[in-house]
């Protein structure tokens, strides 16, 4: 073999070698990501029934030790009459998602407030409220402010998305950190934060100003506001915290 051959092959040798490893490294970087992937938040928790056609030991009234007077079990649904005493849960909740159903009569007005506290004497002084309304015979429907699905006196709730008095309504509550959501018949329909700034501008120019705790607790009592008028059926109330 002559010197100009050898040349020759191993240069030839040498260009394989180097195709070889530049194949292997690019499969090598196709294999391995760049950064492994984050890992997953914890995953919520089962969901719970606080009334499912039964009570579940999951309310008393707020002024009651029990379940007040006024408040019955009918066709699985639980129902008021007129003013009656607010529910609340024995339990509080920090982080959660609530669902339930809700019905209410011929200019009822109603609420379901969260991260409620004991430190005022009502509910609605410390808690932040989902408004539940009968929005074209209720008082408070004449302002999107006060209307059904409205952060009360805060955030208002689009026209048009509540169904009218005597049908079913669904209604879907996200708390998550400072994050709330409201969801009404399968639409969110309000969304903000709590303690942000516009959060702050709008409880300094609300009735709430006057409390200087509204809606700052981390975890409190869920409740249903009975002392206003009008019927009201719920049903299907489940709940799951989130972590």
């Given at each position: 073999?002559?010197?100009?051959?050898?040349?020759?092959r191993a240069a030839l040798l040498a260009a394989a070698w180097l195709a070889f490893t530049a194949a292997a490294s690019g499969n090598s970087a196709a294999a391995t990501p760049a950064t492994a992937p984050e890992a997953s938040s914890a995953p919520a928790a089962a969901w719970r029934a606080l009334f499912d056609g039964k009570l579940h030991d999951g309310f008393r009234g707020w002024h009651s030790q029990g379940m007040p007077d006024g408040w019955h079990i009918v066709d699985g649904a639980l129902t008021k009459e007129g003013n009656v005493d607010d529910l609340v849960t024995n339990a509080e909740f920090g982080n959660f998602e609530l669902e339930l159903e809700w019905k209410i009569g011929e200019a009822g007005n109603s609420g379901v407030f969260y991260r409620a506290t004991r430190e005022y004497d009502q509910i609605y002084w410390s808690g932040p409220e989902y408004q539940l309304l009968d929005d074209v015979?209720?008082?408070?429907?004449?302002?999107?402010?006060?209307?059904?699905?409205?952060?009360?006196?805060?955030?208002?709730?689009?026209?048009?998305?509540?169904?009218?008095?005597?049908?079913?309504?669904?209604?879907r509550l996200i708390v998550n950190g400072d994050?709330?959501?409201?969801?009404?018949?399968?639409?969110?329909?309000?969304?903000?934060?709590?303690?942000?700034?516009?959060?702050?501008?709008?409880?300094?120019?609300?009735?709430?100003?006057?409390?200087?705790?509204?809606?700052?607790?981390?975890?409190?009592?869920?409740?249903?506001?009975?002392?206003?008028?009008?019927?009201?059926?719920?049903?299907r109330i489940r709940i799951r915290e989130l972590p």
């Open positions: 073999m002559t010197y100009k051959n050898i040349l020759a015979n209720a008082h408070d429907g004449r302002n999107r402010l006060t209307a059904a699905g409205s952060a009360y006196g805060i955030y208002p709730c689009p026209e048009g998305v509540v169904k009218p008095y005597g049908e079913w309504n669904t209604t994050h709330v959501e409201h969801w009404l018949n399968g639409r969110k329909v309000v969304e903000y934060d709590l303690g942000s700034a516009d959060w702050k501008a709008r409880v300094a120019a609300s009735k709430f100003s006057k409390y200087p705790n509204y809606g700052l607790a981390k975890r409190g009592l869920i409740g249903i506001q009975g002392d206003h008028p009008g019927a009201l059926a719920l049903r």
